[in-house]
């Protein structure tokens, strides 16, 4: 069973669209959990932890359930340069990648 | 920019050749991660150095290999070069070990072997 679990996608949402991926998780142990933001053939940078209590940055909205071991992101008013892979990052000793996301935010 | 570098950008090697990368942490960071991406996947963990010390690896076999130097800076070898070994790779420096840490990448080596 894999550490991590994204859904690969594409979303295809346009301009203005709200969209919400979710990544679960198998070792009900992980610490930390972070989501990344990876453009095509760049290498991944972070976009934000996610805390317990949820938090947001601008658009962005990061929530934590640890009771369904899953973390979502949700991303508010999308801007055609929201375009990109999303990978979640979920950690114990090391980290664990997703495979990511693939969205695609449309004119 | 995250001041994490890796050199060389790109690379073409043969099966059965040897390659080296390399990476600088970002400053103030003394702990260097190493993740193989291959194309359509999320990174896959190689191995952690934290005081020029291995500090725990994925499942990866020994041909991979990699040394940290005093000033943080570390380098990946892999041995015996295998066609599946062509991917991205990156190199992540944090300030602190273990999974509690955000980790910052730098843009990468990317790899083909022929």
């Known amino acids: 069973r894999k550490e991590v679990e994204q859904d690969p996608g594409p979303f295809n949402v346009p301009e203005g669209a709200t969209v919400a991926f979710n990544c679960t998780y198998s070792?009900?142990?992980?610490?930390?959990f972070f989501w990344y933001r990876q453009d095509c053939r760049k290498e991944p940078k972070l976009l934000m932890s996610?805390?317990?209590s949820g938090n947001e940055d601008g658009r962005f909205t990061a929530q934590l359930n640890r009771a369904s071991q899953y973390i979502s992101l949700l991303i508010r008013d999308s801007k055609l340069s929201d375009s990109a892979t999303y990978l979640c990052?979920?950690?114990?000793?090391?980290?664990?990648f997703g495979t990511g996301t693939s969205l695609t935010v449309i004119p | 920019e995250t001041g994490v570098t890796q050199s060389p950008t790109h690379l073409i090697k043969t099966r059965g050749q040897q390659v080296t990368l390399r990476c600088s942490s970002q400053?103030?960071?003394?702990?260097v991660s190493w993740y193989q991406q291959a194309l359509g996947q999320g990174p896959q963990f190689i191995f952690q150095?934290?005081?020029?010390?291995?500090?725990g690896r994925g499942n990866f076999p020994p041909r991979f290999s990699g040394l940290q130097f005093p000033n943080y800076s570390s380098e990946l070898n892999v041995n015996a070069l295998e066609l599946d070994d062509s991917a991205l790779y990156l190199c992540?420096?944090?300030?602190?070990?273990?999974?509690?840490?955000?980790?910052?990448f730098g843009p990468g080596t990317r790899l083909t072997v022929t």
């Open positions: 990052a979920v950690t114990g000793n090391q980290f664990y």
């Open positions: 070792n009900s142990a992980s610490q930390s």
């Open positions: 150095y934290y005081r020029e010390e291995e500090n």
């Open positions: 992540a420096s944090s300030p602190g070990t273990g999974g509690a840490y955000e980790q910052y």
């Open positions: 400053s103030g960071h003394n702990t």
């Open positions: 996610v805390y317990s």
